[in-house]
């Protein structure tokens, strides 16, 4: 899948994300996109996932969700640490 | 699949859950478990999953994952809000 297709949750307020994922799906004409997250904002990935689902797109289906785990540095520096890291694919 | 093979992710250490997973796996003798979790709860849901897999069970697979929205009674009072929910499916 293209990087274009994209969503990159993170600590914004989970309306931005939903509608990032609308204007996508709408006016990008695309028929799948990728909603991905680490750590804590993984929580904020599913309710993306679901308002969008539930309350604008009926036709869009959770088509896979990947977890994994990715290595990131320590913002103090010394050092890698784990986060975990979940991608939900959603397809019309 | 039956209750006793669900753990539920609450607010409690990572650590702990992951020992109940592993209890469950090495000690019940169960062949599949259901890591279950809401709202804030789901990237810890997430990060029990992946510390099992990579660091005690390296034979455990995600064999699913689903995501559902629950109608919840405010604790305050007054209706019902919506929270998301994660299940994850592990088998070995």
Chains 1, 2 share one sequence.
Do not use: H, W
Request: hydrophobic share 40%; net charge positive; proline share 1%.
């Amino acid at each position: 899948m293209s990087e274009s297709n994209a969503v990159l949750v993170g600590r914004k307020p989970v309306m931005n994300y939903v509608l990032a994922c609308l204007t996508l799906f709408q006016e990008s004409g695309v028929d799948e996109i990728s909603i991905k997250a680490r750590g804590r904002a993984i929580s904020t990935a599913i309710d993306v996932a679901e308002i969008l689902r539930r309350r604008f797109m009926s036709d869009v289906k959770v088509k896979d969700i990947k977890i994994g785990t990715d290595q990131i540095e320590r913002a103090e520096g010394g050092g890698m640490s784990n986060v975990s890291s979940i991608e939900v694919i959603l397809s019309k």
